[in-house]
């Protein structure tokens, strides 16, 4: 799809994908001043003694550059945390990219491993910036849908329709932005033995990786029998410690393929904040109860948006990890025949509640007409003030 710049002198590339509709309904929120629940980020600091542990970082010989690919300390604590969290023996030489964001991360992979022509795979709704990764690497998408009439669960054959000869990797999202899905082992397997049999990669996004309710337990495909060759694992620091500014995360691949991130990395970033490299490494080391602690604080947060939303009219399903819900405002009365744009825009303007319409997660943008994705990654007095604003719709 084009969306030509106005300026000739711009790149055709540039043109090729829109604002993000996720930082557009920001702008409307701060306009409109609405809560907003749009753009998916915690309004509470990441724990004292890890913020102390990155200004003590600033003080101590931490304000240069950082090897390329990540400061010992933090390949080495989260080589222990692979470990320990996920079953897997990494070696932090050979096996590591630290990079800036799981955004740096997801472009670094897709250009070192794009050719032009290549396919690849991405399960819809998505998470916005595969669609950018791919068309600035070269690559073509093809989508497979999570059905939301399956709780958002894909269908094997459709998925084994979409591998062919030109696909060369395909991005899971576990748990899933914004369906919710937490993929189980049966699920990953077959997704794993499918690149093996196509000798693609297995890309994964696992940033939500300790956000997960109802006592799921995360499950790593990296870990799974015969994919370690396959797996291109990514997750990071942004969510786990809510530190979305901070912008560090890392990259897991078997040495060959680490040594090729590893070079576009470096000629994007060079890499992460040091100083945050060091923070980050702390709090690689707090206590496991944390993170009990966070998916259980989560949990009381999904809990009460799921009701006020449902309260209000909207028909809403309780997303098994990461924190957004899928509203279906179709049985609205106010709704009167808008599509998820106009209805999100009417929310922000005249209810002044900010949510993205569903139709940006979809490569068919009819799926998410009847769709608004909140996220409740805040604390509760911001989704109380939520609360009341959609007080005003029941
Ligand atoms: C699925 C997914 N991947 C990656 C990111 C971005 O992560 P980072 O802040 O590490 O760039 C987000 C942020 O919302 C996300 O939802």
Partial sequence: MSHALADPRLSQRAGLFPESVIREMTRHALAH???NLAQGFPDWNPPAEVVAAAKEALDGPFNQYAITWGAPALRKAIAEKMRWFNGVEVDPDQEIVVTCGATEAMMAIMLAIVNPGDEVIVFEPFYENYGPDATLSGASLRFVPLHPSRG???DPEELKAAFSAKTKAIIVNTPANPAGTVFTREELQLIGDLCRQHKAFLVTD???EHILYDGRKHVAPIGLPGLREHVIMVSGASKTYSMTGWRVAWVVAPPAVTAAIRRTHDFLTV???HPLQMGVARALALPRGYYDKLA???QA???????????????AS???????VMADFSALRPRAGMDDREFALWLVKDVGLAGVPASSFFSRKELGRDHVRFHFAKSMPTLEAAAARLAKLA
């Avoid at 009460?304 to 028909?315: D, E, I, N, S, Y």
């Avoid at 309780?318 to 957004?324: F, I, K, L, T, V």
């Fill in 33 to 35: 001043d609405a809560v």
């Fill in 296 to 298: 259980s604080e989560y």
């Fill in 271 to 273: 890499g992460a904040p």
């Fill in 206 to 208: 696992e940033i939500y």
């Fill in 318 to 324: 309780r997303p098994e990890g990461a924190y957004y």
């Fill in 152 to 154: 958002f669960r894909f």
């Fill in 301 to 315: 947060k999904r809990e009460f948006l799921v009701g006020t939303l449902q309260k209000a009219g909207f028909r």
